[in-house]
């Protein structure tokens, strides 16, 4: 937590800048991103408002409020960008647009915000207090109707994907934004605003079902991006996005791309697999103690300053261990699990007797087993972030596929918020 506060409101610059990395060059991350300073703004609340909080609630209003009000003079300034739109990436610290070719629109981002904002905002209005309940109401909701009438508007056009090299239609896109509709939904219901809630979830609907498009019974799994227009060839499918998507939709708990859902653990097995053969540090590892070190997608060549080839990220890694954690709270809460066709490659692999049309059901002894594997199996990828961190505990971006040593941007926010994030739900899980 300390680490990744550091990013925050980092001295000189503009209330509310979230920095991706203090790295000024090989690589320049100090900028903020919509997504990023999103996603970890979205983990601060999501791990603050329990009993376990580290931040005084003070601080942690300043922090939120500072996030809300960058993103606000975003949204008020986006003319001034190249897109000229809310899908903007990309903002120096002085709270400008950041002007040099990139991959634009990222319409992830607005998707990221929203939700964000909604759950800041649930939060506030249990506070009673005029003051708060004027700020919800004259700051934060403009913002989250100004951002969910943007998705409706435009989440059908193609855009470029959270890691900023492809352009077309992606899965993890549409699944913050189904996410960001149904959640405004809800929002704008409790608000009163009954016409715009049935607006966003018919929007919500409609992208559900293309979302089912992106399941391939050939390879069984979830293939990333549909209609690509440019960017990195993926003749594989495979993206570690598509696992961050179903942690993200977890809250919704509707079993569509979930955690625990079929078609998402049989997309977990094939992304493990494959990279337990695409880089080398995972051919030595201890598997007694260490999980496979997970990147991106099987094809990266990204290597954190250049291209050559990808690496084992932090965030990637922690992202597999919070999925296993949230699949096993879901079948606690719904009394096990049924093996079928789909999901039975991800059982195989922890019960190599088990056939389709099994039922592993609470209390009975191979649903304790299978729990208890899970778990030490979840464990294990939090143990390969831990044998690769600093001896402070700092994260980079990327650790090297032969050496295992850090590499690209150093103390990368978003790697901090999604071990965060990863320890939050194993929390959860150990307290059932």
């Known amino acids: 937590m300390a680490y990744l506060l550091r ?37 601060l609340v999501a791990t603050q408002l329990g009993d376990n909080a580290i931040l005084d609630h003070a601080s942690f209003l300043t922090v939120l409020q500072d996030f809300v009000d960058f993103q606000v003079h975003t949204q008020n300034t986006m003319h001034d960008s190249p897109c000229q739109c809310l899908g903007e990436p990309k903002y120096m610290d002085n709270g400008d647009p950041f002007k040099g070719a990139w991959g634009r629109p990222q319409n992830d981002g607005p998707a990221e915000r929203v939700i964000t904002m909604i759950l800041l905002a649930n939060h506030l209005e249990t506070i009673a207090s005029d003051d708060i309940t004027a700020y919800v109401q004259s700051v934060l909701k403009p913002a989250i109707y100004r951002d969910l009438d943007y998705i409706e508007t435009h989440w059908v056009e193609p855009c470029f994907d959270l890691w900023e090299e492809i352009r ?44 089912l498009s ?89 290597d954190g300053n250049g291209m050559s080839l990808g690496n084992p990220w932090f965030l990637a890694t922690a992202c597999m261990a919070e999925l296993y954690y949230r699949a096993m709270l879901t079948w606690q809460s719904q009394g096990g699990v049924e093996v079928n066709e789909i999901n039975h490659g991800f059982f195989l692999q922890r019960d190599t007797k088990v056939v389709t049309g099994h039922v592993y059901r609470l209390g009975q002894p191979d649903y304790q087993q299978l729990i208890q594997q899970l778990t030490t199996e979840a464990d294990r990828f939090l143990a390969t972030i831990q044998y690769h961190q600093q001896a402070n505990g700092a994260l980079s971006e990327q650790f090297n596929r032969w050496t295992g040593y850090q590499q690209g941007a150093e103390d990368l926010t978003w790697s901090y918020a999604s071990l965060l994030s990863a320890l939050h739900a194993r929390q959860q899980w150990l307290a059932q």
């Open 214 to 302: 992106f399941w391939s019974k050939q390879d069984g799994y979830v293939r990333v991006t549909q209609a690509q227009l440019e960017g990195q060839a993926k003749p594989s499918g495979l993206d570690i996005s598509v696992l961050l998507a179903a942690n993200l939709a977890a809250t919704l708990d509707d079993d569509f791309f979930t955690p625990s859902s079929d078609k998402i653990l049989a997309t977990a097995v094939a992304m493990e697999q494959r990279f337990d053969q695409v880089f080398p540090i995972n051919h030595e590892r201890n598997k007694t103690r260490y999980g496979v070190a997970m990147g991106r997608y099987p094809e990266d060549v990204y």
């Open 7 to 43: 990013n925050v409101n980092p001295p000189g610059t503009r209330r509310g800048f979230i920095a991706a990395s203090p790295s000024r060059a090989n690589p320049d991350y100090f900028y903020t991103w919509i997504r990023d300073a999103s996603l970890v703004t979205y983990t």
């Open 168 to 211: 077309g239609h992606h899965f993890y896109t549409w699944m913050v934004m189904r996410r960001a509709l149904l959640d405004g939904s809800r929002f704008a219901a409790l608000q009163g605003h009954r016409q715009g809630g049935h607006r966003y979830r018919r929007q919500a609907r409609a992208i559900q079902d293309r979302l």
